[in-house]
């Protein structure tokens, strides 16, 4: 947090303006899609309710399937079963880490000559990087199925020049504690669709009917984000650049520090566009570097510096048992061997060389 922000949330306190909905609600949603390039946006209280009112919108229902990247948070998949829909999961690709296009191009084939093509497709921007838009957005055009980008990751990557969040019919955002910019809690839906951007501030705003009275015509939901958190957010945005400047030269330096240690790899970075690095993943082989992940990240801990595995697989968890999968090993192998170091926008040089020698520390003979 910084002096803007601070400025603003006094600003929008002294307004006397504390509810949900208000003059820093409406320019924080102005301000961010002109921040994304997209026409639309409407803030709301989390990018859980972000992704719930997206598939709500696209008519996704009890009974539905919708497809989901396995590697990504709990809550990609939770907003479908909110519905009562069915996801399914697809693995990743090798080379971006981001759903495999092959897999998913696969499952549509097979699921339109079963008659069983699912409501929705969700896509993940992975820790920062975009997933493969031109092929997935074709074959999901071929087929007539809708996307939802989840780009609760990305705010500030791009894919072949254009920024994340920009692809799907609806792209959605997280302000969550732990993103590139935060408003402690809050989320944005962008479109390129009006009609979607109205509805969405409607039934966020407990579909109530225009009018004096409190009538209501449909169910709908306490999703709107309060004029406080927005007027956070609106001081959060303007530092954007230097946010995700931060969170590169992070990887950088880990990367330069740890790329030619035997047994480290890291996530790679995909051709087609520019990551933000919101999370440097690494990936521990322990026959080459002498030490599994989960002991590098025992070591760490000991020394007050905070790593966590990778997104455990959504086909793997027991909340999704007998769910749908179609791949392979490729997550489950990320997931396995693989180590999101401290990457916060706020970290010094002298943090980065910390957690650089905690890493190198649990090898043999260097203990």
Known sequence: MGEEERDLLLDAFDSNWIAPLGPHV???EREFADAVGMPHAAAVSSGTAALHLSLHM???GAGADVLVATFTFVATANAVTYLGARPAFIDSDPETWTIDVGLLTEELEERARRGRLPKAVVAV?????????DPLLEVCARFDVPVVEDAAEALGA??????????GLLGVFSFNGNKVITTSGGGMIVTHSAILAERARFLSTQARDPGPAHEHSEIGFNYRLSNLLAAVGRGQLRNLDDRVRRRRFNNDYYRRALGDVPGIDFMPNAPYGEPICWLTCITVDPAAFGAT???????LEEMDIESRPPWKPLHTQRAFAG???RGGDVATRCFSRGLCLPSGSSLTTR??????????SVRPGRG
């Not at 992940?293 to 070591?299: A, P, Q």
């Open 58 to 60: 696209l008519g996704v």
């Open 125 to 133: 921007d992975l820790y920062g990087q975009c997933a493969d838009y």
């Open 158 to 167: 791009t894919y072949k020049g254009r920024a994340a969040g920009s692809f």
């Open 323 to 325: 769910s749908e999968y």
């Open 351 to 360: 943090d980065l060389d910390r957690v650089v020698d905690g890493v190198l």
């Open 26 to 28: 409406d320019r924080f």
């Open 293 to 299: 992940s989960d002991e590098v990240r025992s070591r």
